[in-house]
């Protein structure tokens, strides 16, 4: 019997149906998802109308090769630009969010003719060549892999960027909150920093959207907040609410021609389908103002639980760092409350909801991390937010 190649240390628990920010395992016992699966359940697991849509779909015709017209991504690419407000901007369809970082990266050098790419600590772009080598983690990255063509520059640091970023970088890729180096998040003026160096040196400012974006922090992309318009901005992860779908959103700027980028599975019948349920489901139901609501309600909940050594993020993008290994905290999190969280590094616990989520299960939250905060005996005084 061929077995699977051992990469992932598992839980012993076996999911067998979902529904909203519920799963039941196959013992019958209910979960409250507190992570889609790596921030990938944006409007809730099996929506009725997403699963609708992708059965009336599968129905008609799955998929078809980008050697004929496929309509449904005109209609993603409108209505991704209008909920985005990128209505200008152009999209090219892949399948991961690795892979939507290594089209970025290829259309940036193909741009300016350019190698050189600054990059942040603690990043994370994904496992492929480019992507994993704008990565901050030795351990991932092969020895093919590794290339001299990346600088890391320290986060949220102004004047390293002013340096850093020369004539001769050809795109700096950042993320607009860091997910798996801890949820941090950019400022401003940081992010304001780097649009104007790259303006100055011609070099392509990547805004990396797949964690951070799809309206998780409250608005569209979290880069938002500040104002600036990345050159080229990468999603994946929430667009397909579980069915494999990246893409990379494109300024103006940047010319097509026949060949530039290709896929063979990008932009099918499916994944436009599942990306078009999300979209109509994340504006009808109003899913980033919720992101924003329950988010708020989070942070002030755990807030005044505090405990922790600093709470950080934004909407539903949530990092509560304690000043001690997690690891059992959210063991018994799991087991005891029967909820799932995630985690960064060590020592912090990232919440990354359905945008869905509802009141009741931010309450049921709150209650157990008090219970369990209670419990190890934790000083009960107020972090530093
Ligand atoms: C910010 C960011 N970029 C890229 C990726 C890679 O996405 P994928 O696993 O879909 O290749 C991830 C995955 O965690 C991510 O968090």
Request: glycine content about 12%.
């Amino acid at each position: 019997m061929a077995e699977l190649f051992n990469v992932y240390p598992l839980y012993d628990i076996e999911p067998v149906r979902a529904q909203g920010s519920y799963l039941w395992d196959v013992n019958g016992t209910r979960y409250l998802d507190l992570y889609g699966g790596h921030a990938v359940i944006s409007v809730g697991h099996t929506h009725p109308r997403y699963v609708q849509a992708l059965t009336d779909q599968l129905h008609k015709i799955s998929f078809y090769s980008n050697s004929v017209k496929i309509p449904l991504q005109q209609e993603l690419a409108d209505k991704l630009g209008a909920l985005s407000d990128h209505p200008d901007y152009a999209l090219f369809l892949c399948n991961s969010g690795a892979e939507a970082n290594e089209n970025a990266l290829k259309l940036a050098s193909f741009h300016n003719g350019r190698t050189k790419v600054v990059a942040f600590k603690k990043s994370f772009h994904g496992r492929t060549a480019g992507a994993v080598a704008a990565t901050d983690n030795p351990s991932i990255v092969a020895p093919i892999n590794y290339n001299q063509h990346v600088t890391f520059l320290p986060y949220n640091d102004s004047e390293a960027a002013r340096t850093g970023i020369t004539s001769e970088t050809c795109a700096v890729i950042i993320e607009g909150i860091q997910g798996v180096g801890g949820i941090q998040v950019a400022t401003d003026e940081f992010l304001q920093t780097l649009r104007k160096r790259c303006d100055e040196t011609g070099t392509v400012l990547i805004l990396d959207g797949v964690q951070c974006g799809y309206g998780r922090s409250g608005k569209f992309f979290s880069h938002q907040f500040s104002g600036i318009e990345a050159d080229i901005i990468s999603m994946a992860k929430g667009m397909g609410n579980g069915f494999p779908i990246g893409g990379i959103l494109i300024s103006p700027k940047f010319k097509a021609s026949y060949g530039l980028l290709g896929t063979t599975f990008g932009g099918n019948h499916l994944a436009c389908t599942a990306a078009i349920a999300v979209l109509d489901i994340m504006r009808d139901e109003g899913l980033m103002e919720n992101a924003t609501n329950i988010g708020n309600y989070l942070m002030d909940g755990i807030g005044q639980i505090g405990g922790y050594k600093e709470l950080r993020g934004r909407g539903l993008m949530i990092g509560i760092e304690y000043d001690f290994p997690v690891d059992s905290l959210r063991k018994t999190l799991l087991f005891e409350h029967k909820q799932f969280t995630g985690v960064a590094g060590k020592n912090t616990i990232r919440l990354l909801p359905s945008l869905a989520i509802g009141i009741d299960e931010a309450d049921q939250f709150l209650e157990a991390l008090q219970h369990c905060l209670n419990a190890k005996g934790a000083t009960v005084t107020q972090g530093a937010q």
